[in-house]
């Protein structure tokens, strides 16, 4: 987890109870069960249990809902998790756009706002819409922001879990390696975590969409730059400084374009948005009936193209099946995922990449690494990476759930 240091302890009580959070955190993954069945499967004392589940239906995170099947006797009383008690700001910055996610605290995304923005060149408007973004969600949730566990923030950027707030200059050059948002953590006194955000794909796609169940998987992002996130053991892998991951700057033609990170034939000199675009403008002269003769190509309309059968849009996704496909087999010979998740603009148009992509891995990896990998589009689609972010929180808070702005542990 990378965290800015603005305030995120503010907010934690000293009166910790650990067999508290473990109770919490069992009705939240069970969304429903009875104190007998916390009693067992946590082996306590039914006394404790009952008194810690009276501390916590002061919470408001908790609720009484119902009878349970009776197994003789009296019918138990359910508890359940609570999940619209409170809810967590998503926010994700990408190269060309700022999009927030209001989430409950079941990753449901219960408010979205996005807009187009020049991020890599305009960071102080960056910045200025993502609280008007924000403000929005707060204000059409109307619940106040007593009631917001913290803020997510995605960045396409590498992310140093030690210095979070500190960016990468030869990504952003603009932003003078500062991400800025402490005010916004002031503002909202909440606390603000900030991850990559191929890490926050892959965490969302882990908990709610493609990579539940799997254990090790990898996600990758087709947007303006490539990047991947990996699931390891269960858990998103940062590498040492939080590099971990840069997959679109694997050299895939050492002779190729030059690229915003100073190297040349990187991967998202091939597959990025830019080069989608330039790619399609290319084949204009061989097929001047395209829907992309008008306008410009951008991934999203060359996705619509390709799914309508569009030529030159099929071959654009087919030239980037081939050059992705040299850098995800390299990564299927060393990790040996058992998924790989794709997300982003191209990846909606599903086999029509996935088909081309298989049969370059085929022929660059060992058989039996292509032969345990399945390939799968993401489940969450364009909002993966803000409900990751999202979602970064919500980790947060179950682990240690001092952090959810609540009169925790009342009984203490």
Known sequence: MSTSTSRPVGRLRADADPLADEVLRLIWQERRIARAE?????????????????????????????????????????????????????????????????????????????????????????????????????????????????????????????????LPETVLPAWEGELGLDPLSRK?????????????????????GAGRGVDDFAYIKLATGIGSGHVIRGSVYRGAKGIAGEIGHVVVDPHGPACVCGLRGCLTTYVGSEALARRARELLADHPGSVLATGEPTAERIAEAALA??????????????SLGVAVAGMLNILNPAV??????????????????????????????????????????????????ATLVLEAALADPRLFPHVYYART
């Open 38 to 166: 916390i009693a067992r499967r946590l082996d306590l004392a039914r006394s404790t249990v009952s008194e810690i589940v009276r501390a916590l239906l002061e919470t408001g995170l908790v609720a009484e809902a119902g009878e349970g099947t009776s197994r003789g006797g009296r019918p138990p009383i359910l508890l359940a998790f609570e999940d619209e008690a409170l809810a967590i700001l998503g926010v994700d910055i990408g190269a060309s756009h700022v999009a927030v996610a209001l989430t409950d605290l079941r990753g449901r995304v219960l408010l979205w706002e996005e807009a187009s923005h020049p991020v890599r060149t305009d960071p102080a408007g960056a910045r200025a819409l993502v609280e008007r973004l924000c403000d929005s969600c707060l204000a059409a949730w109307g619940k106040g922001t007593d009631r917001l566990v913290g803020i997510g923030v995605s960045i396409a950027s590498p992310v140093d879990p030690e210095r979070p707030g500190r």
């Open 188 to 208: 909202y006194d909440a606390p603000l975590l900030v991850d990559n955000d191929a890490n926050l794909g892959a965490l969302a796609e882990r908990w709610w």
């Open 309 to 322: 059968g569009d030529p030159a849009g099929l071959r654009v996704v087919h030239d980037a099946a081939e």
């Open 340 to 389: 790989v998740v794709f997300g982003g603009g191209l990846a909606r148009v599903g086999d029509l990449l996935l088909e081309p992509l298989r049969e370059v891995i085929r022929e660059r990896t060992l058989v039996s690494s292509l032969a345990s990998t399945e390939l799968r589009v993401s489940e969450l689609g364009p909002r993966a990476t803000a409900i990751g972010a």
